[in-house]
């Protein structure tokens, strides 16, 4: 039973569950108003997480995770992630996080040729851009910007 319980995905699940609460928690003190989109974000989590959690001990699945040649690139995707912190307030968000999910989408995915590259690069642009315009314009989230300034452009799309 208890071999059951304990599956990769279970376990990560139960992590999240626990990283809920504790968002959850820290956000008591926060004003209503500033707490509105991270409590969203932490109930959606919470949300698919318990779907999650609870698929995985209807139908378990006993997956060895890192294997392979993926494992390889563990130390890659965890250098990537204090790169990526490191970048933000020196080339932006916008072009720090399209560089990272760029890199990430091609390291994770199965064939990592030319073409799955350009693939990678076009959907991170597209993504960060959408989810740029999203934190900027509509939930007023100050970003850092890059020093070329290239995020005018796109501030300057409004679609309403």
Not at 76 to 103: D, E, K, N, Q, T
């Amino acid at each position: 039973m208890l071999a059951r319980i304990f599956t990769n995905d279970n376990m990560f699940s139960m992590f999240l569950l626990f990283v809920c609460v504790v968002a959850w928690r820290a956000l008591e003190n926060a004003s209503y108003m500033g707490s509105i989109f991270p409590r969203t974000v932490v109930i959606l989590l919470a949300f698919f997480t318990l779907i999650n959690l609870f698929q995985g001990l209807k139908k378990p699945e006993f997956v060895e995770i890192f294997v392979g040649e993926k494992k390889h690139y563990i130390f890659v995707m965890l250098l990537g992630m204090v790169v990526y912190v490191w970048a933000i307030p020196r080339i932006g968000f916008l072009l720090s996080s399209v560089s990272f999910m760029a890199i990430f989408f091609w390291l994770l995915g199965d064939d990592r040729n030319i073409k799955n590259a350009i693939k990678s690069i076009i959907f991170a642009a597209v993504l960060g851009t959408v989810l740029y315009f999203i934190f900027v314009t509509v939930f007023n989230v100050p970003l850092p910007r890059s020093p070329w300034g290239f995020e005018n452009y796109i501030l300057r799309l409004r679609f309403w």
